[in-house]
């Protein structure tokens, strides 16, 4: 029997100046989700805008930490912790500069792979073996992106019109993938999402 908790952490910075860049599109996700899930606001608890519901038979806690990306673990341990969770019952949503625009992963466990935010968790946790929605934003000098641009400056650059369309696009498969994650079906989620190029 599955535990009915479960807790999926959108991964981004805080505060308007952060919003529609390409490290916040965990926070994108996670906003998405809210709205195709229409169950209340989001509220201001342990480090994190957080809303918890019922969603497929189970007590989703929808999160985004606001501790700023480097620190997003202090947020998510406080939830992990508090609700007794084991690694299986977390999903993280974060960028990956390794997988082009648009490709989407669902794994679980694996490496930090330079990513922050996923170092964070994983040191505040205590072990890397939870679920990862990895979401590929590119790099630069792949696409239009110059390869001289610094990797700092390309993660806080603001997606364009045309990305923002096709991520839109893809938003009703990643729910579709994650509901059947929260059905306690991994691989039938990640057979979904993990074959989308």
Avoid at 90 to 118: E, P, T
Avoid at 147 to 158: A, H, K, M, Q, T
Wanted: charged share 20%.
């Amino acid at each position: 029997m599955q535990a009915k908790d479960f807790l999926i952490a959108g991964l981004g910075n805080p505060g308007i100046q952060y919003s529609g860049n390409r490290h916040n599109i965990g926070f994108m996700v996670i906003d998405d989700l809210a709205r195709r899930w229409e169950k209340g606001t989001f509220c201001e608890k342990w480090q994190a805008a957080a809303l918890s519901l019922s969603y497929s038979d189970r007590r989703i806690h929808l999160i985004k930490p606001m501790t700023f990306m480097n620190l997003s673990g202090r947020a998510v341990g406080q939830y992990y912790r508090f609700f007794k969770m084991s690694p299986d019952q977390l999903l993280v949503v974060h960028d990956d500069l390794d997988m082009h625009f648009g490709r989407i992963k669902l794994v679980r466990g694996g490496g930090a792979g330079g990513h922050n935010g996923i170092k964070s968790i994983s040191e505040s946790l205590g072990t890397n073996d939870f679920y990862r929605l990895k979401l590929g934003i590119g790099r630069p000098g792949q696409g239009d992106v110059h390869p001289g641009v610094p990797i700092e400056r390309y993660v806080l650059s603001v997606f364009q019109p045309s990305e923002m369309a096709s991520m839109a696009e893809r938003y009703p498969l990643l729910e579709k993938g994650i509901t059947f994650l929260l059905q306690g079906e991994p691989e039938r989620a990640m057979g979904l999402l993990n074959g989308l190029k």
